[in-house]
RNA sequence: GGGCCCAUAGCUUAGGCUGGCUGGAGCACCCGGCUGAUAACCGGGAGGUCGUCGGUUCAAAUCCGACUGGGCCCA
């Protein structure tokens, strides 16, 4: 027997693994060969989701990184060729702008100016890739392989190339037009937002809610006023128009100072809850068109000015039934507006800032002309009532500066116009959770606004349309074109930025006269949006491309639906008319250990490098794929330890167990799999091979939970009943064949198991395929990273898995029966009777055997129930089901021989572990010096060369009572006999 | 105001689409074992009106409706 083979693996940590793995992936360069493997196998389209740029990563982008490499590491095993693999950076938009904003102090788009938007755009530049390593550290840390080194930049050249050829595709198809609407923007920024932007930026907020009197006009309305209700005082001096509901009830009420209010009935309860005198009763049709007089005269007269309109999104819930119109600061404002023909009044500049075109306020912010305002109108006795309301208002995502919805130039993309291919599409999707295609999702969609596109700012694509003052627009899809125009070639190195990008002279194609460029920068989530053909700057360059091929799968946060997900879809459907995805998966928030979100801000955050520092790669990846990741998760590091403890801890321990008993047996694993004829055997495979089609099938439905708890279920097979009843086998000396074939089903079940574990958890998978390896650990260049994903076995065997599954369950009602009678398993008990029918076809003798084994009972017995009264009620303790019959029964004592095996085996265990506490390897022979009580000493002495057998005893003494000098000794009380052990290691013997 | 999701033992949850046999599991708890898987491990036990009310059905945790509470999204 060799004595070269390596120590005794002992169970390392799972984060001592990654370490190891680690180590040897940079050795070998498997990530490298992994992602370059298979370069004719059939493609799997995939596109990484650029995160902004200069944005740290938080713990959900673990779980989202988590989910898209399980699906790859799965795809590559099939032999599929993942494209791309680029990793990918959102480089433009205002959350880059904003760090050099604050770098510098700007407070303005003046300080930007001031500064020169040049140099401003040269520092986003810099500053954009600043946390890029952070992010690679963190992926490659997790195991989420893709090319870093390679990454697809949206600032770059030629992707800012392949979104201008879009963006001319879509002008060209009329789906990208210059509009006038009411807009989200935000002051601070001085910039409109997109709705899907404001979605982001939600939050509680206090406001005035104030009930205003408008005077009834002119001869019929002397003595009457309605009461308008508002939370937004500062667009009272813009007001054009009241709009009433037509078919509503409204009723005229005696007032304070005796005139009469109008207002909607349904609102009459919560102004007056103790009553009110009704004068009058009204429809809103009866109202239409009557006059007011103008709470404030700035903005003048105008046709059709300062009267009741109809409308039907008038409601009576909340207000009083009529609603102030100033159409330059509100969407429905706006359309009413826009139908009425009053024009608009809009006295904010650029930053919200009321203009000299409203005396009293001028120079305040928005916000701040409220109280004076208010004051101004009580003054006049035009305030009805003034109090504050909590609700939800949107802020800016990135600066948190209040938003104001105003009328505003801007290009959009006409998203309205193709809603029906967008709902089209998205039916065709494979969601996860399904419920989000129709749901959340496809309701989104089917109110889908037009996509406001332009941005005025500075740190972006710029908008490629050149407009001549005959106003002629041009929108530009490629450089080549723009040379055209210019009559030149672009400079070298042409950088596509403003402000390089204006002053190129542009002519324009129609009339020849100068054209200037749109002043706008583009939002951001178009580029993200049009990353899976931009990234290999189509249709510039050739490439894997393909125009008609949806992504096979995206993964990213929920929080995409709004953003990335969304603009995919768009920009598929307007340019290539066909989903931008078949399969999006999609993750919940992380939620702190309290439930509660986590917050920056208050310090909850978790930072995900700590937490891949403190637990490894593996153990939140099992976390995370174990439980339900679509719904708002919580981060439990405890959680996370204890699953992947139960099975991954488990995987690595058992594979150690093979190690030491396959290098102390000289046997290799064979690798091809095995032929077994033992029912144990057997019924492993086939547990296998259940467990490699509910893996297989679940990572093809992109939904990896089930897998995980099929792997989870099967590693506690293997552990708790497998390897438990075959350890005699592994042991055994009487069956070297039995035993053989023991070691190759266990050796090919880990293999196996390590493949199907191998997109879950990397480096355990890893680990667990090394350990088989001939030499342990193996210097060879493999991976199971390399290899290809188990087919069928064809060992599956349903019959014989509810065989077993019926043995388990007898065995459980075996153990309780133990249990009640008090003796523990070590002792030996002669009888175990089981009532009802024979046992189990499908492992006919060896359903006994196993459970006489796993009792450690003598005899196992079947009788029918008829003959349940004949057996020796004082000899066998009963076990009975729910209904009171009785299904098995149990031999209360052990006979004294059977008592004295139990010892001798309490005995044998004690020094084993001895062995383990002196340090001696697997094979190391010892001698040894027993001492023991007379009861004790008989029943070792009965099987002493069994015992030297087993212990590798080359000498063993045995001595009565106690040992003469106790020094040296181990001592134990076992059942209150005294046993004494000194053991010592031989000499190694010479090599052979 | 509208839409979607969720509610199962003290805690975290599986199952629910396709109704049916004692509703599984992990943590914590109790009993026992183990102490070279150790912020573990193994066995056993106790613990559940499956949010509430109503309906469909021979039969409902599961299907339908209403309500209550929570989460997310929109307005």
Known sequence: MPTEEPPPATAASLLEIERRVREYWDATGVPGRALAARPDGPIFRFTEGPPTAN???HVGHLLARTLKDVQLRYRRMRGQRIVSTMAGWDCHGLPVELEVEKRHGFRSKKDIEAFGVERFNEECRRGTLEVASVWEGMSERLGYWLDYRHPYLTMSAPYIESVWWSLKTLHGRGLLEKGFRCLPYCPRCETPLSSHEVALGYQETTDPSVTVRFRLAGAEGRGRSLLVWTTTPWTLPANLLVAAHPG?????????????????????????PDGAEVLARYTGSDLADLGY????????????????VLDEMVEAEEGTGFVHIAPSFGPEDQRVGEREGVGAFDPLDGRAVFTSAVPPVAGKAFKAADPILLADLESRGLLERAGSLRHSYPFCWRCSHALVYRGIDSWFVRTRKISEALVRHNATVTWVPAHLRDGRFGNFLAEAKDWALSRNRYWGTPLPIWVCPGGHATCVGSFAELAGLTGAPLPDAFDPHRVAVDRLAVRCPTCGAAAKREPYTIDGWYDSGAAPFAQFHHPFAPSDFDPAAPLDYVAEGLDQTRGWFYTMLVLSTALFDRPAYTACVTNGLILDETGAKMSKSRGRAVEPMSLLDRLGADTPRWGFLTVDYTAPLRLDETAMRQAANRTLGTLVHVTTFYRQNAAADGLAPSGRPPTPTAALD?????????TRELV?????????????LALRAFVDDLSTWYLRRSRPRFWGEEDPEDRRRANDTLSFALATAARLLAPYAPYTAEHVAQELAAGGFATAESSVHLADWPGSLGASDPALDAAMAEVRGTVEVGRALRQKVGVRSRVPLLRFVLVGGPAPPALGAEADRLIAE??????VERVPEAAVGELDVAELERAVDASGTVIALISRRPTPELEREGLVREALRRLQSLRKERGLAFLDRIDLDLA???ELFAAIDAVRPRLADELLADRLDLRRGPPADPSGYRAWEIDGRHLYARLERRAAPDAR
Do not use: K
């Not at 509503?248 to 007056?272: N, P, Q």
């Not at 057997?682 to 259940?690: E, F, G, K």
């Not at 796993?854 to 005899?859: D, G």
């Open 932 to 934: 023991a009580d007379e």
């Open 55 to 57: 944005g740290m990563p």
């Open 248 to 272: 509503l009830a409204y009723v005229g009420i005696r007032g304070a100072d005796g005139t009469e209010e109008v207002l909607a009935e349904a609102a009459l309860r919560r102004y007056h």
């Open 293 to 308: 007089d103008p709470p404030f005269p700035f903005a003048g007269p105008g046709p059709g000015r300062y009267r009741i």
């Open 854 to 859: 796993e009792l450690n009972v003598r005899a």
């Open 696 to 708: 297989t099938g679940s990572l093809d439905a992109f939904d990896p939970r089930e897998g995980a």
């Open 682 to 690: 057997r019924w492993l495979l086939s547990r296998l091979d259940a």
